[in-house]
């Protein structure tokens, strides 16, 4: 096709109103926090609150039979965190709901920054007696460079807890956006029971009807400045809630939508998603506030770029994540799609960018944890799976008209490195299968040396090789021996390597683009490189 050819345009009118009524239906988004902020925990009360689990099993429960259900890996449950980025559907009322559960772990950033190109908002989990922690701070930053407007909802407010006013500030100074509270905490520990609606001063007051919240809580709405509410809250909260409320009255702003989608203010709400208080008041206003699947930029190859209107193109999609064996009884590998502009229908057959001929799209499904559901039809802001006989890749664009590429998703220089082999050499075919999945995966990054007789594995973050030789084990049927090695970070090599002065202690090998890669023992070895090296570039992402 020539680099020239537009996209083509849906143009049966009928369609195309369909189209934008199931767009308008869907909210896609991915929840980002820092570890232990409970953001799984969330998830599964959305889960509860939609009507797909009876009862809600607790995150944190080690020892309990009931996981989080979005957490599907064994190591996840193990452990408590969540490793992968689990994608889920369902309805919630009459809003479709897609929700990307990141990873909280800084080990895991690729995965969760990747993950968040998929979203068209984000919804940020603090922890109430810890404020605004460091990788929250990172997580939005990247929501701030790609224009994802994010939602705040402080939890945790069950428990002890910085004072709510200090922990609107900390949010503003912190993360340099304007804080809109759009509900209050009525008390807070022991004393919390339930949220004031500023805009209504509606109070929904809420009592716990099952243990650590594995049932709704059941709800009271009162006004807060009818006659009931001196006899169904403590005095000293009903005096703190209105002091609190005249403040921000005084030296809040209005809350404005089109500053929210713009990044500039993040609309703040308080629960507790242990016990479910004021959680479904904030999937009520979410679903309201955030944004349906907007417009998105694509490459085209002649360099210049174009707009992809979700309603008006034909339909298009890109791969944001692969995952192999997330179910023991579909030994297969699945690559996730964010649909970006026009319909999915089922089984049909598109274009896949990159390797120039067509594919078609066999057994689509949507996920509920580790349920498989058939999807039949699919439209802008859904995120479904689809078998990846190996033809996929992360980045890749499909869709019914080719000629454009979604922009490439970020990748981050490894900052460890090691050796793995197999302990037993009769397992070295399945070991070879493992590697080369675990690598399509993003898990780890196998490495090469220039003369291709070494081979090294590399990641971010160190528990990542702990994923990695968990998942041969148990996947794979292997162990594995691994030995860290003592190289602390990264960078891509441009310019000619027959000039580039490289210090002793450094070791230059290929990535899986065939692209130069200088292992560093330490962050000044890289400085002192680059002042020595003025014709080349040291590139710090690609």
């Known amino acids: 096709m020539s680099e020239h050819r537009q996209p083509m345009v849906t143009s049966d009118p009928h369609r195309q109103n369909d189209i934008r009524v199931q767009a308008q ?3 896609t988004f991915a929840i980002i926090s820092h570890p232990d902020a409970g953001k799984t925990t969330v998830t599964e009360k959305l889960l509860l609150y939609s009507g797909m689990v009876r009862t809600a099993g607790m995150v944190g429960s080690r020892k309990s039979a009931k996981m989080a259900t979005s957490d599907w890996m064994d190591m996840e449950q193990e452990r408590g965190i969540s490793i992968t980025a689990s994608a ?42 810890k404020g605004v922690e460091a990788q929250t701070r990172k997580l939005f930053e990247v ?56 805009a209504s001063r509606r109070v929904s007051l809420f009592k716990k009807m099952a243990a650590q919240g594995a049932a709704k809580a059941d709800r009271t709405e009162i006004s807060l400045d009818g006659p009931e509410v001196t006899t169904l809250i403590e005095e000293d909260v009903l005096q703190e809630v209105n002091h ?47 944004p349906a699947a907007m417009p998105r930029m694509a490459d085209r190859p002649n360099g210049t770029q174009i707009t992809v209107d979700p309603v008006e193109h034909p339909f298009s999609a890109y791969i944001f994540k692969i995952q192999a064996n997330m179910n023991p009884r579909h030994r297969d590998s699945t690559a996730f799609l964010r649909v970006c502009s026009g319909r999915f229908e089922r089984d049909m057959v598109v274009k896949h960018h990159r390797l120039g001929h067509d594919v078609r799209l066999s057994r689509p499904h949507s996920l509920v944890a580790k349920g498989r559901h058939t999807v039949d039809e699919a439209y802008p802001g859904d995120i479904i799976g689809v078998i990846n006989p190996g033809q996929f890749a992360i980045g890749d664009t499909i869709s019914l008209s080719d000629g454009f590429n979604y922009q490439s998703l970020p990748q981050f220089q ?13 397992k070295r075919k399945a070991f070879d299968k493992g590697m080369e999945q675990m690598a399509a995966e993003g898990t780890v990054r196998i490495l090469r040396s220039l003369d291709e007789l070494d081979f090294l594995v590399a990641a971010v973050g160190r528990l ?36 580039f002065r490289a210090p002793s202690d450094a070791m230059i090998v290929k990535d899986h683009r065939d692209r130069p890669i200088v292992l560093f023992c330490s962050p ?10 003025p014709d080349h570039d040291l590139l710090e992402m690609g």
């Open 25 to 27: 239906k869907r909210r």
């Open 88 to 129: 889920m559907q369902f309805q919630y009322k009459q809003t479709v709901i897609n929700v990307l559960d990141t990873p909280g772990h800084q080990d895991f950033c690729e995965d969760t920054y990747r993950t968040l190109t998929a979203a068209d908002s984000a919804v940020m989990v603090i922890d109430a007696a």
């Open 143 to 198: 929501c701030r460079l790609r224009n994802i407007p994010v939602l705040t909802l402080i939890n945790k407010m069950d428990l002890p807890g910085r004072p709510p006013l200090d922990l609107m500030a900390d949010v503003e100074d912190v993360l340099r956006i304007h804080a809109n509270p759009v509900n209050w905490p009525v008390g807070s520990g022991q004393q919390f029971t339930g949220v004031v609606d500023r």
């Open 244 to 290: 609190d409320l005249e403040l921000l009255d005084v030296a809040g702003n209005p809350y404005s939508q089109e500053a929210f989608l713009r990044g500039e203010v993040t609309p703040v709400f308080f629960a507790s998603a242990l016990t479910n208080f004021g959680i479904e008041n904030f999937f009520d206003a979410f679903v309201e506030m955030a």
């Open 414 to 426: 490894p900052e460890v490195f090691a050796r793995i082999q197999p302990t037993d050499v009769g």
């Open 464 to 499: 990542q090789f702990d994923v990695l030789e968990f998942r041969l084990r148990n996947e794979y049927r292997v162990e594995t021996r691994l030995e860290p090695l003592s190289y602390a970070c990264s960078a891509w090599v441009v310019g000619d390597l027959d000039t």
């Open 524 to 533: 000044w070895s890289k400085t002192f490189t680059k002042e020595r090296n």
